[in-house]
Protein backbone atom coordinates (compact mmCIF):
# COMPACT_ATOMS: atom_id res chain seq x y z
CA UNK A 1 0.00 0.00 0.00
CA UNK A 2 2.59 2.96 0.74
CA UNK A 3 6.33 2.17 -0.32
CA UNK A 4 7.38 3.31 3.07
CA UNK A 5 9.30 0.54 3.53
CA UNK A 6 9.66 -1.11 0.51
CA UNK A 7 13.62 -0.17 0.95
CA UNK A 8 14.04 -1.66 3.85
CA UNK A 9 12.41 -5.13 2.76
CA UNK A 10 15.19 -4.94 0.02
CA UNK A 11 17.66 -5.34 2.41
CA UNK A 12 15.91 -7.61 4.48
CA UNK A 13 15.92 -10.19 1.61
CA UNK A 14 19.53 -9.46 1.39
CA UNK A 15 20.12 -10.59 5.19
CA UNK A 16 21.27 -14.23 5.64
CA UNK A 17 17.98 -16.33 6.60
CA UNK A 18 19.08 -17.33 10.03
CA UNK A 19 16.57 -20.54 11.22
CA UNK A 20 15.33 -21.36 7.99
CA UNK A 21 18.99 -21.58 6.09
CA UNK A 22 20.57 -22.99 9.11
CA UNK A 23 18.19 -25.91 10.08
CA UNK A 24 19.40 -27.98 7.09
CA UNK A 25 23.15 -27.99 7.92
CA UNK A 26 22.50 -28.65 11.95
CA UNK A 27 20.23 -31.48 11.17
CA UNK A 28 22.60 -33.43 8.90
CA UNK A 29 25.81 -32.75 11.44
CA UNK A 30 23.68 -34.25 13.61
CA UNK A 31 22.72 -37.50 11.53
CA UNK A 32 26.36 -37.67 10.26
CA UNK A 33 27.24 -37.56 14.27
CA UNK A 34 24.41 -40.33 15.22
CA UNK A 35 26.25 -42.55 12.43
CA UNK A 36 29.69 -41.99 13.79
CA UNK A 37 28.40 -42.43 17.18
CA UNK A 38 26.71 -45.30 16.29
CA UNK A 39 30.00 -47.24 14.88
CA UNK A 40 32.43 -45.83 17.94
CA UNK A 41 29.77 -47.74 20.09
CA UNK A 42 30.92 -51.23 19.11
CA UNK A 43 34.52 -50.59 19.66
CA UNK A 44 33.26 -49.55 23.33
CA UNK A 45 32.66 -52.31 26.06
CA UNK A 46 34.67 -54.32 28.66
CA UNK A 47 35.37 -56.91 26.23
CA UNK A 48 38.02 -55.67 23.83
CA UNK A 49 37.64 -55.69 20.35
CA UNK A 50 38.97 -53.59 18.39
CA UNK A 51 37.84 -50.94 15.53
CA UNK A 52 39.20 -53.65 12.69
CA UNK A 53 38.46 -56.22 14.53
CA UNK A 54 34.94 -54.78 14.53
CA UNK A 55 35.12 -53.86 11.19
CA UNK A 56 35.81 -57.28 9.97
CA UNK A 57 33.41 -59.22 12.17
CA UNK A 58 30.60 -56.69 10.11
CA UNK A 59 31.94 -57.18 6.40
CA UNK A 60 32.02 -61.01 7.43
CA UNK A 61 28.28 -61.13 7.18
CA UNK A 62 28.37 -59.76 3.28
CA UNK A 63 31.32 -60.96 2.38
CA UNK A 64 33.27 -64.69 2.90
CA UNK A 65 35.78 -63.93 5.04
CA UNK A 66 37.51 -66.08 7.35
CA UNK A 67 37.20 -65.58 11.16
CA UNK A 68 40.29 -64.58 12.80
CA UNK A 69 38.08 -64.03 15.57
CA UNK A 70 37.27 -66.06 18.20
CA UNK A 71 33.49 -66.62 18.21
CA UNK A 72 32.67 -64.90 21.21
CA UNK A 73 33.28 -61.61 19.59
CA UNK A 74 30.65 -62.54 17.49
CA UNK A 75 28.09 -63.24 20.00
CA UNK A 76 29.03 -60.07 21.74
CA UNK A 77 28.36 -57.56 18.77
CA UNK A 78 25.82 -58.89 17.41
CA UNK A 79 23.70 -60.06 20.54
CA UNK A 80 25.00 -57.71 23.44
CA UNK A 81 26.20 -54.76 21.90
CA UNK A 82 23.96 -54.06 18.93
CA UNK A 83 20.71 -54.38 20.70
CA UNK A 84 21.72 -52.47 23.21
CA UNK A 85 22.88 -49.77 20.61
CA UNK A 86 20.03 -49.62 18.59
CA UNK A 87 17.72 -49.90 21.82
CA UNK A 88 19.74 -46.30 23.05
CA UNK A 89 19.05 -44.61 19.67
CA UNK A 90 15.43 -45.88 19.83
CA UNK A 91 14.77 -45.18 23.58
CA UNK A 92 16.31 -41.36 23.07
CA UNK A 93 14.67 -40.58 19.74
CA UNK A 94 11.08 -41.59 21.12
CA UNK A 95 11.54 -40.35 24.55
CA UNK A 96 12.62 -36.74 22.86
CA UNK A 97 9.68 -36.67 19.85
CA UNK A 98 6.97 -37.29 22.55
CA UNK A 99 8.46 -35.09 25.24
CA UNK A 100 8.63 -32.06 22.22
CA UNK A 101 4.97 -33.39 20.86
CA UNK A 102 3.54 -32.86 24.09
CA UNK A 103 5.27 -29.87 24.57
CA UNK A 104 3.41 -28.39 21.76
CA UNK A 105 0.52 -29.81 22.55
CA UNK A 106 0.10 -28.82 26.08
CA UNK A 107 1.61 -25.54 24.85
CA UNK A 108 4.28 -25.63 27.72
CA UNK A 109 7.75 -26.10 27.61
CA UNK A 110 8.06 -27.84 30.86
CA UNK A 111 5.73 -30.74 29.92
CA UNK A 112 7.53 -34.01 30.01
CA UNK A 113 6.40 -37.66 28.23
CA UNK A 114 5.48 -38.10 32.00
CA UNK A 115 2.71 -35.74 31.68
CA UNK A 116 -0.63 -38.57 31.30
CA UNK A 117 0.77 -40.75 33.55
CA UNK A 118 2.96 -43.13 30.94
CA UNK A 119 5.95 -43.52 32.99
CA UNK A 120 4.59 -44.13 36.57
CA UNK A 121 2.28 -46.44 34.87
CA UNK A 122 5.00 -48.43 33.67
CA UNK A 123 6.81 -48.48 37.12
CA UNK A 124 3.70 -49.95 39.00
CA UNK A 125 3.42 -52.31 35.48
CA UNK A 126 7.08 -53.29 36.17
CA UNK A 127 6.91 -53.88 39.96
CA UNK A 128 3.76 -55.24 39.82
CA UNK A 129 5.33 -58.15 37.36
CA UNK A 130 8.00 -58.49 39.66
CA UNK A 131 6.41 -59.54 42.76
CA UNK A 132 3.94 -61.76 40.75
CA UNK A 133 6.24 -62.91 37.99
CA UNK A 134 9.79 -62.45 37.54
CA UNK A 135 9.69 -63.05 33.88
CA UNK A 136 11.57 -60.60 32.11
CA UNK A 137 8.79 -60.88 29.22
CA UNK A 138 6.08 -60.58 31.62
CA UNK A 139 7.60 -57.41 33.32
CA UNK A 140 7.94 -55.36 30.18
CA UNK A 141 4.35 -56.46 28.55
CA UNK A 142 3.25 -55.20 32.17
CA UNK A 143 4.65 -52.29 32.23
CA UNK A 144 3.87 -51.32 28.62
CA UNK A 145 -0.09 -52.65 29.30
CA UNK A 146 0.06 -50.44 32.73
CA UNK A 147 1.92 -47.55 30.91
CA UNK A 148 -1.13 -47.56 28.38
CA UNK A 149 -3.87 -48.06 30.77
CA UNK A 150 -2.85 -45.03 32.76
CA UNK A 151 -2.92 -43.04 29.59
CA UNK A 152 -6.61 -44.22 28.86
CA UNK A 153 -7.68 -43.53 32.59
CA UNK A 154 -6.35 -40.40 31.85
CA UNK A 155 -8.12 -39.37 29.03
CA UNK A 156 -11.45 -41.27 29.93
CA UNK A 157 -11.54 -38.73 33.09
CA UNK A 158 -11.07 -35.59 31.08
CA UNK A 159 -13.07 -36.38 28.55
CA UNK A 160 -16.33 -36.60 30.90
CA UNK A 161 -15.15 -33.08 32.45
CA UNK A 162 -16.65 -30.15 30.25
CA UNK A 163 -14.12 -27.40 29.60
CA UNK A 164 -11.17 -26.78 28.57
CA UNK A 165 -9.76 -30.47 27.13
CA UNK A 166 -5.95 -29.53 27.31
CA UNK A 167 -6.27 -28.57 30.89
CA UNK A 168 -8.29 -31.50 32.04
CA UNK A 169 -6.17 -33.64 30.42
CA UNK A 170 -3.28 -32.22 32.59
CA UNK A 171 -4.97 -32.57 36.04
CA UNK A 172 -5.91 -36.08 35.24
CA UNK A 173 -2.82 -37.14 34.09
CA UNK A 174 -1.22 -35.75 37.10
CA UNK A 175 -3.41 -37.52 39.68
CA UNK A 176 -3.21 -40.38 37.60
CA UNK A 177 0.52 -40.44 37.56
CA UNK A 178 -0.01 -39.35 40.91
CA UNK A 179 -1.63 -42.50 41.98
CA UNK A 180 0.34 -45.32 39.78
CA UNK A 181 3.53 -43.82 42.01
CA UNK A 182 2.09 -44.57 44.98
CA UNK A 183 0.96 -48.12 43.79
CA UNK A 184 4.37 -48.63 42.83
CA UNK A 185 5.49 -47.50 46.58
CA UNK A 186 3.08 -50.59 47.60
CA UNK A 187 4.38 -52.82 45.63
CA UNK A 188 8.28 -51.88 46.95
CA UNK A 189 6.81 -52.24 50.46
CA UNK A 190 5.55 -55.63 49.95
CA UNK A 191 8.28 -56.96 47.83
CA UNK A 192 10.32 -59.49 49.54
CA UNK A 193 13.35 -57.31 50.52
CA UNK A 194 16.25 -59.91 49.42
CA UNK A 195 15.43 -60.35 45.75
CA UNK A 196 11.72 -58.61 44.91
CA UNK A 197 12.51 -55.32 45.94
CA UNK A 198 16.60 -54.47 44.70
CA UNK A 199 14.94 -55.80 40.87
CA UNK A 200 12.06 -53.10 41.56
CA UNK A 201 14.23 -50.43 42.81
CA UNK A 202 16.79 -51.12 40.08
CA UNK A 203 13.95 -51.04 36.87
CA UNK A 204 12.80 -47.80 38.24
CA UNK A 205 16.47 -46.70 37.89
CA UNK A 206 16.89 -47.26 34.28
CA UNK A 207 19.23 -49.73 32.40
CA UNK A 208 19.95 -51.05 28.53
CA UNK A 209 21.45 -53.57 30.40
CA UNK A 210 20.55 -57.47 28.89
CA UNK A 211 17.95 -56.02 25.88
CA UNK A 212 17.88 -58.83 23.20
CA UNK A 213 17.08 -58.69 19.63
CA UNK A 214 13.91 -60.51 19.87
CA UNK A 215 12.67 -58.21 22.54
CA UNK A 216 13.55 -55.13 20.76
CA UNK A 217 11.51 -56.01 17.62
CA UNK A 218 8.32 -55.31 18.91
CA UNK A 219 9.31 -52.27 20.68
CA UNK A 220 11.28 -51.11 17.62
CA UNK A 221 8.39 -51.75 15.52
CA UNK A 222 5.28 -49.75 17.81
CA UNK A 223 8.31 -46.80 18.30
CA UNK A 224 9.10 -46.53 14.53
CA UNK A 225 5.91 -46.51 13.31
CA UNK A 226 4.77 -43.60 16.32
CA UNK A 227 7.49 -41.35 15.63
CA UNK A 228 6.92 -41.71 11.77
CA UNK A 229 3.23 -40.83 12.34
CA UNK A 230 4.31 -37.63 14.65
CA UNK A 231 6.69 -36.58 11.88
CA UNK A 232 4.07 -36.51 9.73
CA UNK A 233 1.84 -34.42 11.17
CA UNK A 234 4.55 -32.13 12.93
CA UNK A 235 3.83 -28.63 11.59
CA UNK A 236 -0.08 -29.24 12.94
CA UNK A 237 1.18 -29.21 16.14
CA UNK A 238 2.41 -25.53 15.49
CA UNK A 239 -0.82 -24.50 14.67
CA UNK A 240 -2.59 -26.80 17.93
CA UNK A 241 -0.12 -24.96 20.16
CA UNK A 242 -2.08 -21.56 19.33
CA UNK A 243 -4.71 -22.94 21.67
CA UNK A 244 -7.95 -25.06 21.07
CA UNK A 245 -9.81 -21.97 19.77
CA UNK A 246 -7.44 -20.30 17.53
CA UNK A 247 -6.51 -24.02 16.31
CA UNK A 248 -10.13 -24.64 15.34
CA UNK A 249 -10.14 -21.43 13.61
CA UNK A 250 -7.21 -21.76 11.40
CA UNK A 251 -9.65 -24.68 10.39
CA UNK A 252 -7.59 -28.24 12.58
CA UNK A 253 -9.95 -30.79 14.11
CA UNK A 254 -8.63 -30.38 16.93
CA UNK A 255 -10.20 -33.91 18.37
CA UNK A 256 -8.73 -35.67 16.05
CA UNK A 257 -5.32 -34.15 15.53
CA UNK A 258 -4.81 -34.45 19.77
CA UNK A 259 -6.03 -37.70 19.96
CA UNK A 260 -3.92 -38.76 17.20
CA UNK A 261 -0.66 -36.93 18.87
CA UNK A 262 -1.67 -38.50 22.43
CA UNK A 263 -2.06 -42.24 20.87
CA UNK A 264 1.52 -41.70 19.18
CA UNK A 265 3.81 -40.04 22.22
CA UNK A 266 1.95 -42.45 24.63
CA UNK A 267 2.44 -45.47 22.83
CA UNK A 268 6.49 -44.37 22.08
CA UNK A 269 7.12 -43.99 25.59
CA UNK A 270 5.69 -46.89 26.92
CA UNK A 271 7.41 -48.84 24.13
CA UNK A 272 10.75 -47.21 25.37
CA UNK A 273 10.40 -47.26 28.99
CA UNK A 274 9.10 -51.13 28.90
CA UNK A 275 12.64 -52.05 27.92
CA UNK A 276 15.20 -49.00 29.86
CA UNK A 277 13.19 -48.77 33.23
CA UNK A 278 12.39 -44.90 34.50
CA UNK A 279 14.41 -42.48 32.10
CA UNK A 280 13.97 -38.90 33.05
CA UNK A 281 15.40 -35.77 31.70
CA UNK A 282 15.49 -36.85 28.07
CA UNK A 283 12.13 -36.04 26.88
CA UNK A 284 12.07 -32.26 28.87
CA UNK A 285 15.44 -31.23 27.96
CA UNK A 286 16.07 -32.69 24.44
CA UNK A 287 13.69 -30.25 22.59
CA UNK A 288 15.14 -27.52 24.40
CA UNK A 289 18.14 -28.38 22.98
CA UNK A 290 16.17 -28.84 19.47
CA UNK A 291 15.24 -25.06 19.93
CA UNK A 292 18.39 -23.31 21.02
CA UNK A 293 19.28 -24.90 17.54
CA UNK A 294 16.39 -24.67 14.91
CA UNK A 295 14.07 -22.52 16.67
CA UNK A 296 10.52 -23.90 17.80
CA UNK A 297 8.79 -24.86 14.20
CA UNK A 298 7.71 -28.42 14.93
CA UNK A 299 8.58 -29.23 11.62
CA UNK A 300 12.27 -28.25 11.97
CA UNK A 301 12.08 -29.46 15.61
CA UNK A 302 10.90 -32.66 15.64
CA UNK A 303 13.87 -34.46 13.53
CA UNK A 304 16.19 -32.72 15.50
CA UNK A 305 14.92 -33.67 18.72
CA UNK A 306 14.83 -37.16 17.70
CA UNK A 307 17.97 -37.06 16.39
CA UNK A 308 19.49 -34.77 19.49
CA UNK A 309 17.94 -37.85 21.78
CA UNK A 310 19.59 -40.62 20.32
CA UNK A 311 23.16 -39.25 20.42
CA UNK A 312 22.10 -38.11 23.69
CA UNK A 313 21.07 -41.61 24.90
CA UNK A 314 23.95 -43.47 22.93
CA UNK A 315 26.74 -41.23 24.63
CA UNK A 316 25.01 -41.83 28.04
CA UNK A 317 24.58 -45.78 27.58
CA UNK A 318 28.37 -45.78 26.36
CA UNK A 319 29.00 -43.90 29.74
CA UNK A 320 27.53 -46.49 31.72
CA UNK A 321 28.38 -49.79 30.34
CA UNK A 322 32.23 -48.80 30.26
CA UNK A 323 33.01 -45.81 33.30
CA UNK A 324 33.16 -48.44 36.42
CA UNK A 325 33.60 -51.79 37.05
CA UNK A 326 29.99 -52.63 37.66
CA UNK A 327 26.59 -50.69 35.15
CA UNK A 328 25.50 -47.39 36.19
CA UNK A 329 21.63 -47.22 35.97
CA UNK A 330 20.69 -44.84 33.05
CA UNK A 331 18.42 -42.85 34.68
CA UNK A 332 21.07 -41.66 37.17
CA UNK A 333 23.48 -40.65 35.12
CA UNK A 334 21.02 -39.02 32.27
CA UNK A 335 20.29 -36.41 34.97
CA UNK A 336 23.95 -36.22 36.21
CA UNK A 337 25.30 -35.52 33.24
CA UNK A 338 22.60 -33.97 31.39
CA UNK A 339 21.72 -31.08 33.95
CA UNK A 340 25.06 -29.33 33.99
CA UNK A 341 25.05 -29.15 30.19
CA UNK A 342 21.76 -28.08 30.18
CA UNK A 343 22.13 -25.07 32.93
CA UNK A 344 25.08 -24.10 30.73
CA UNK A 345 22.97 -24.07 27.73
CA UNK A 346 19.99 -21.67 29.65
CA UNK A 347 23.51 -19.58 30.25
CA UNK A 348 24.69 -19.37 27.09
CA UNK A 349 21.77 -19.10 24.60
CA UNK A 350 18.89 -17.18 24.66
CA UNK A 351 17.82 -18.02 21.76
CA UNK A 352 13.89 -19.86 21.02
CA UNK A 353 13.18 -19.66 24.81
CA UNK A 354 11.49 -16.35 25.67
CA UNK B 1 -23.70 -8.40 -5.10
CA UNK B 2 -23.47 -11.86 -3.41
CA UNK B 3 -24.81 -12.59 0.20
CA UNK B 4 -21.71 -13.84 1.68
CA UNK B 5 -23.08 -14.59 5.47
CA UNK B 6 -26.85 -15.13 6.78
CA UNK B 7 -27.73 -15.27 10.25
CA UNK B 8 -31.65 -16.40 11.04
CA UNK B 9 -33.03 -15.85 14.63
CA UNK B 10 -29.62 -17.29 15.87
CA UNK B 11 -29.53 -17.81 19.93
CA UNK B 12 -26.83 -19.28 21.85
CA UNK B 13 -26.93 -20.96 25.43
CA UNK B 14 -23.94 -22.13 27.56
CA UNK B 15 -24.85 -25.72 28.48
CA UNK B 16 -26.61 -26.08 31.77
CA UNK B 17 -27.46 -22.70 31.80
CA UNK B 18 -30.99 -21.43 31.61
CA UNK B 19 -30.10 -17.90 30.02
CA UNK B 20 -29.56 -17.11 26.87
CA UNK B 21 -25.97 -15.08 26.00
CA UNK B 22 -27.85 -13.46 22.87
CA UNK B 23 -31.10 -14.65 21.12
CA UNK B 24 -33.24 -13.26 17.64
CA UNK B 25 -30.10 -12.26 16.06
CA UNK B 26 -30.65 -11.70 12.60
CA UNK B 27 -28.50 -10.29 10.07
CA UNK B 28 -26.86 -10.63 6.30
CA UNK B 29 -23.46 -9.86 4.90
CA UNK B 30 -22.30 -9.11 1.87
CA UNK B 31 -19.58 -8.25 -0.52
CA UNK B 32 -17.85 -4.91 0.74
CA UNK B 33 -20.03 -4.50 3.74
CA UNK B 34 -18.31 -4.24 7.41
CA UNK B 35 -20.25 -4.66 9.90
CA UNK B 36 -19.35 -3.45 13.08
CA UNK B 37 -20.91 -4.29 16.32
CA UNK B 38 -21.31 -2.09 19.60
CA UNK B 39 -22.02 -2.76 22.79
CA UNK B 40 -20.99 -2.70 26.32
CA UNK B 41 -19.05 -4.97 27.96
CA UNK B 42 -20.24 -8.34 28.17
CA UNK B 43 -23.37 -8.06 26.16
CA UNK B 44 -22.54 -11.04 23.94
CA UNK B 45 -20.56 -9.57 21.39
CA UNK B 46 -17.31 -12.17 21.55
CA UNK B 47 -19.64 -14.82 21.96
CA UNK B 48 -21.61 -14.09 19.01
CA UNK B 49 -18.23 -13.89 16.68
CA UNK B 50 -17.64 -17.32 18.25
CA UNK B 51 -20.96 -18.50 16.97
CA UNK B 52 -19.92 -17.44 13.69
CA UNK B 53 -16.73 -19.27 13.41
CA UNK B 54 -18.83 -22.38 15.09
CA UNK B 55 -16.25 -21.94 17.52
CA UNK B 56 -19.35 -22.43 19.94
CA UNK B 57 -22.41 -24.20 18.62
CA UNK B 58 -25.41 -22.04 18.35
CA UNK B 59 -28.50 -23.34 19.98
CA UNK B 60 -31.01 -22.11 18.08
CA UNK B 61 -32.01 -19.89 14.69
CA UNK B 62 -29.19 -20.55 11.92
CA UNK B 63 -26.10 -19.82 10.33
CA UNK B 64 -25.83 -20.37 6.42
CA UNK B 65 -22.40 -19.37 4.74
CA UNK B 66 -21.80 -20.03 1.49
CA UNK B 67 -25.12 -21.92 1.03
CA UNK B 68 -24.09 -24.34 3.43
CA UNK B 69 -25.55 -24.83 7.27
CA UNK B 70 -22.21 -23.69 9.70
CA UNK B 71 -23.13 -26.79 11.78
CA UNK B 72 -22.56 -29.53 8.81
CA UNK B 73 -19.26 -28.07 7.83
CA UNK B 74 -16.24 -29.28 8.27
CA UNK B 75 -13.44 -27.28 9.96
CA UNK B 76 -11.44 -26.48 7.08
CA UNK B 77 -14.34 -25.61 5.05
CA UNK B 78 -15.18 -23.58 7.57
CA UNK B 79 -11.82 -22.19 7.92
CA UNK B 80 -11.60 -21.52 3.69
CA UNK B 81 -14.65 -19.40 4.62
CA UNK B 82 -14.44 -17.51 8.03
CA UNK B 83 -11.47 -16.01 9.27
CA UNK B 84 -11.23 -15.23 12.92
CA UNK B 85 -9.04 -12.84 14.92
CA UNK B 86 -9.27 -13.00 18.81
CA UNK B 87 -9.71 -10.34 21.08
CA UNK B 88 -6.50 -11.85 23.16
CA UNK B 89 -3.92 -13.74 21.57
CA UNK B 90 -1.37 -15.63 24.03
CA UNK B 91 1.51 -16.68 22.44
CA UNK B 92 3.46 -19.38 23.87
CA UNK B 93 6.39 -20.72 21.98
CA UNK B 94 8.02 -17.78 20.02
CA UNK B 95 7.36 -19.20 16.38
CA UNK B 96 9.05 -16.62 13.74
CA UNK B 97 6.55 -13.72 12.35
CA UNK B 98 6.25 -16.05 8.88
CA UNK B 99 5.65 -19.61 10.13
CA UNK B 100 2.91 -17.61 12.55
CA UNK B 101 1.49 -16.31 9.14
CA UNK B 102 1.68 -19.61 7.24
CA UNK B 103 -0.35 -21.11 10.29
CA UNK B 104 -2.98 -18.76 8.24
CA UNK B 105 -2.72 -21.72 5.57
CA UNK B 106 -3.58 -25.23 7.73
CA UNK B 107 -7.05 -25.02 5.86
CA UNK B 108 -5.09 -25.59 2.81
CA UNK B 109 -2.29 -27.75 3.79
CA UNK B 110 -3.23 -31.54 4.21
CA UNK B 111 -2.60 -33.68 7.42
CA UNK B 112 0.44 -34.97 6.83
CA UNK B 113 2.09 -32.42 5.01
CA UNK B 114 4.19 -28.97 5.58
CA UNK B 115 3.66 -25.99 3.84
CA UNK B 116 4.01 -25.52 0.15
CA UNK B 117 6.57 -22.86 -1.55
CA UNK B 118 2.72 -21.47 -2.76
CA UNK B 119 1.82 -21.39 0.72
CA UNK B 120 5.18 -19.48 1.67
CA UNK B 121 4.75 -17.38 -1.11
CA UNK B 122 1.42 -16.31 -0.26
CA UNK B 123 2.57 -15.30 3.07
CA UNK B 124 5.34 -13.33 1.83
CA UNK B 125 3.29 -11.55 -0.13
CA UNK B 126 0.63 -10.62 2.72
CA UNK B 127 3.42 -9.31 4.78
CA UNK B 128 4.69 -6.95 2.31
CA UNK B 129 1.13 -6.16 1.95
CA UNK B 130 0.90 -5.01 5.31
CA UNK B 131 4.58 -3.58 5.42
CA UNK B 132 5.59 -5.93 7.84
CA UNK B 133 8.43 -8.07 6.02
CA UNK B 134 10.59 -6.62 7.56
CA UNK B 135 9.87 -8.36 10.56
CA UNK B 136 9.69 -11.71 8.68
CA UNK B 137 12.47 -13.56 10.70
CA UNK B 138 11.62 -11.78 14.08
CA UNK B 139 10.22 -14.14 17.29
CA UNK B 140 6.52 -12.79 16.89
CA UNK B 141 6.88 -13.11 20.78
CA UNK B 142 9.57 -10.06 20.46
CA UNK B 143 7.54 -7.29 18.94
CA UNK B 144 5.76 -4.65 20.21
CA UNK B 145 2.04 -5.33 20.45
CA UNK B 146 0.74 -3.40 17.11
CA UNK B 147 3.44 -5.23 15.09
CA UNK B 148 1.45 -8.26 16.34
CA UNK B 149 -1.66 -7.13 15.51
CA UNK B 150 -0.87 -6.70 12.08
CA UNK B 151 1.11 -10.43 12.67
CA UNK B 152 -2.07 -11.57 13.42
CA UNK B 153 -4.04 -9.69 10.78
CA UNK B 154 -1.44 -11.01 8.09
CA UNK B 155 -2.17 -14.51 9.13
CA UNK B 156 -6.12 -14.00 8.73
CA UNK B 157 -5.83 -12.86 5.37
CA UNK B 158 -3.26 -15.48 4.63
CA UNK B 159 -6.14 -17.61 4.70
CA UNK B 160 -8.08 -16.20 2.49
CA UNK B 161 -11.33 -16.72 3.65
CA UNK B 162 -14.52 -14.81 2.18
CA UNK B 163 -15.47 -12.94 5.36
CA UNK B 164 -13.42 -11.77 8.37
CA UNK B 165 -14.77 -11.80 11.93
CA UNK B 166 -12.36 -9.38 14.42
CA UNK B 167 -13.13 -9.40 17.99
CA UNK B 168 -11.98 -5.89 18.88
CA UNK B 169 -9.16 -5.56 16.60
CA UNK B 170 -7.96 -2.22 17.99
CA UNK B 171 -8.39 -2.91 22.05
CA UNK B 172 -4.40 -2.86 22.47
CA UNK B 173 -3.57 -0.53 19.99
CA UNK B 174 -2.51 3.15 20.69
CA UNK B 175 -4.09 5.59 19.05
CA UNK B 176 -1.61 6.10 16.14
CA UNK B 177 -2.02 1.95 15.27
CA UNK B 178 -5.68 2.17 16.12
CA UNK B 179 -6.24 4.14 13.20
CA UNK B 180 -3.93 3.03 10.78
CA UNK B 181 -5.16 -0.62 11.14
CA UNK B 182 -8.71 0.85 10.50
CA UNK B 183 -7.68 2.01 7.34
CA UNK B 184 -6.07 -0.96 6.43
CA UNK B 185 -9.16 -2.47 6.94
CA UNK B 186 -11.13 0.09 5.14
CA UNK B 187 -9.32 -0.81 2.02
CA UNK B 188 -9.42 -4.33 2.04
CA UNK B 189 -13.21 -3.76 2.83
CA UNK B 190 -13.68 -1.84 -0.09
CA UNK B 191 -12.10 -4.76 -2.19
CA UNK B 192 -14.87 -6.46 -1.43
CA UNK B 193 -13.80 -8.78 1.40
CA UNK B 194 -16.39 -8.31 4.30
CA UNK B 195 -16.18 -8.10 7.43
CA UNK B 196 -17.75 -8.15 10.89
CA UNK B 197 -15.69 -6.11 13.65
CA UNK B 198 -16.97 -5.69 17.40
CA UNK B 199 -15.34 -2.05 18.74
CA UNK B 200 -16.03 -0.25 22.27
CA UNK B 201 -15.65 3.07 20.07
CA UNK B 202 -18.92 4.65 18.13
CA UNK B 203 -15.67 6.50 16.12
CA UNK B 204 -15.01 3.69 14.38
CA UNK B 205 -17.97 3.08 12.93
CA UNK B 206 -17.54 6.53 11.04
CA UNK B 207 -14.23 5.38 9.96
CA UNK B 208 -14.67 1.72 9.05
CA UNK B 209 -18.24 0.36 8.85
CA UNK B 210 -21.30 1.04 6.42
CA UNK B 211 -23.36 -0.96 8.76
CA UNK B 212 -23.65 -0.83 12.21
CA UNK B 213 -25.54 -3.32 15.31
CA UNK B 214 -26.77 -2.13 18.98
CA UNK B 215 -26.06 -4.72 20.58
CA UNK B 216 -27.27 -5.11 24.41
CA UNK B 217 -28.00 -7.81 26.78
CA UNK B 218 -27.97 -10.19 24.17
CA UNK B 219 -30.05 -8.33 21.73
CA UNK B 220 -29.45 -6.27 18.75
CA UNK B 221 -31.29 -3.08 19.61
CA UNK B 222 -31.20 -1.41 16.38
CA UNK B 223 -28.82 -2.70 12.86
CA UNK B 224 -28.24 -0.43 10.27
CA UNK B 225 -26.32 2.21 8.32
CA UNK B 226 -24.31 4.24 10.44
CA UNK B 227 -25.66 7.42 10.49
CA UNK B 228 -29.07 6.02 11.46
CA UNK B 229 -27.96 3.79 13.80
CA UNK B 230 -25.34 5.92 16.19
CA UNK B 231 -27.76 8.55 17.88
CA UNK B 232 -27.36 10.75 20.82
CA UNK B 233 -30.63 8.03 22.05
CA UNK B 234 -28.95 5.06 20.82
CA UNK B 235 -25.57 5.38 22.57
CA UNK B 236 -27.18 6.53 25.95
CA UNK B 237 -29.09 3.48 25.92
CA UNK B 238 -26.44 1.21 25.81
CA UNK B 239 -23.76 3.06 27.32
CA UNK B 240 -25.85 5.07 30.09
CA UNK B 241 -24.13 8.30 29.27
CA UNK B 242 -24.72 11.58 27.52
CA UNK B 243 -23.08 11.51 24.07
CA UNK B 244 -22.94 14.09 21.39
CA UNK B 245 -22.72 12.79 17.87
CA UNK B 246 -21.02 16.24 15.70
CA UNK B 247 -20.33 16.35 12.12
CA UNK B 248 -16.84 17.61 11.87
CA UNK B 249 -16.27 20.27 8.58
CA UNK B 250 -16.24 19.97 4.65
CA UNK B 251 -12.93 18.52 4.98
CA UNK B 252 -13.25 15.79 6.97
CA UNK B 253 -16.83 15.23 6.73
CA UNK B 254 -17.09 12.61 9.17
CA UNK B 255 -18.91 12.52 12.52
CA UNK B 256 -17.98 11.97 16.03
CA UNK B 257 -19.11 11.09 19.00
CA UNK B 258 -18.02 12.78 22.50
CA UNK B 259 -19.34 11.82 25.95
CA UNK B 260 -20.13 14.90 27.74
CA UNK B 261 -20.95 13.98 31.12
Known amino acids: MTTRKDTKCKEDLKKPVSFWKKTPTITLSLFISLIILFVISFWLGRYGISPAQVT ?43 GASFQGLFRNPLVSPQILGVTSGAGFGAALAIVISGNPAVIQISAFGVAILAVVISWLISSRVRGNPTLTLVLAGMAIGALFSALTSLMQYMADPEDELPE ?14 KDLITVAVIILVGITVLMLIRWRINVLSMGEE ?65 IYMLIIDNICRTALSVEIPIGILTAIVGVPFFLYLIRKGKQGWV | MGIKLEINNASFRYFGSQDDVFNEISFSLSDGDNLCILGPNGCGKTTLLKCIANLLTITG ?3 IVDNHNIGQMKRHEIAKNIGYIPQLHAPTFPYTVLDAVLMGRTAYIGLMSTPSEKDIEICRETLRQLNIYHLHERPYTNISGGERQMVMFARVLAQKSSILLLDEPTSHLDFGNQNRFLNILKEITKNGLPSIMTSHFPDHVFLVA ?31 IKVKVLQLDSDINRKICVPID
Open chain 1, 56 to 98: QIFLSKIFPITPTWPDIMETVIFDIRLPRILAAILIGAALATA
Open chain 1, 200 to 213: IVFWLMGSLNSIYM
Open chain 1, 246 to 310: EAKALGVNTTQLRAIIIVCASLITAAAVSISGMIGWVGLVMPHIGRMLVGPCNKKLLPVSALLGG
Open chain 2, 61 to 63: GEI
Open chain 2, 210 to 240: NKVAIMNDGKFLAIGIPDEVVTEENLYNIYG
